[in-house]
């Protein structure tokens, strides 16, 4: 079973550039998570997905942040524009559906704001 | 905010010897897991434990819990160097409607051959 597929793995950017990372969850999964992980901490939600619809977004700064999901299967998490500190690993989670208690982690893709 | 809080947050130890690692966390919860984390790379589920129980095995590794302390423990017998790695708990928390995990801050291992 192929896991969850994250690209780009790392990207530099300059303050005030815009960036987009891109997600696909594992085959059959309708739950999808995007987490931030700033060096030193350990992954923060900002949001997730069941099928194309937002469950919670609570902690998404959406004066920057946008995340989409448009026919339940891939997903897109843009920044624009980037500040320095949203330097950090961003992490992406599916699982079976929003109560299975298992997340599946693809490999993250490492940004720096410079 | 994150619920949990791992400690010690940087453990060193050879190989052979058993690592433990502590998690407290604030509220009540309905499960709490641990995941692994190796170097730039995504987090591994390791194993979960439900709220009514207060212990579990899978392989190496033994996890406890203690609801009225609101405490877990990992602990990783006969590590090896490839357990180098991040440790994170991460709570569900005890809410109708949230499905929310909230992750702590993690424990640095280094197992030195």
């Known amino acids: 079973e192929a896991g969850v597929a994250q690209s780009p793995r790392y990207k530099i950017i300059e303050k005030r550039q815009s960036v987009a990372f891109w997600c696909n969850p594992i085959?059959?999964?309708?739950?999808l998570y995007w987490y931030q992980q700033i060096l030193g901490q350990g992954p923060k939600l900002l949001i997730q997905f069941q099928n194309n619809g937002v469950v919670d977004d609570s902690q998404l700064p959406k004066d920057r942040f946008s995340a989409e999901r448009l026919k339940g299967v891939d997903s897109t998490l843009k920044i624009q524009p980037a500040k320095l500190e949203d330097s950090a690993v961003y992490l992406c989670?599916?699982?079976?559906?929003?109560?299975?208690?298992?997340?599946?982690f693809g490999p993250g893709t490492r940004l720096l704001v410079l | 905010s994150q619920q949990g809080e791992e400690d010690p947050q940087a453990l060193s130890i050879q190989e052979g010897e058993n690592a433990t690692m502590n998690c407290s966390y604030k509220?009540?919860?309905?499960?709490l897991q641990w995941y692994r984390q190796n170097s730039g790379r995504g987090l591994v589920h390791l194993i979960l434990i439900r709220s009514n129980e207060r212990e579990k095995h899978s392989g190496r590794l033994r996890v406890t819990l203690d609801t009225s302390k609101k405490s877990s423990s990992l602990l990783i017998t006969a590590s090896r160097a490839a357990d180098t790695a991040s440790y994170f708990c991460?709570?569900?928390?005890?809410?109708?409607?949230?499905?929310?995990?909230?992750f702590g801050t993690g424990t640095r291992l280094q197992v030195f051959p």
């Open positions: 989670a599916s699982s079976f559906d929003r109560y299975q208690e298992t997340q599946y």
């Open positions: 991460a709570t569900l928390p005890r809410s109708y409607n949230t499905d929310k995990l909230i």
């Open positions: 509220t009540s919860i309905n499960n």
């Open positions: 085959s059959g999964h309708a739950t």
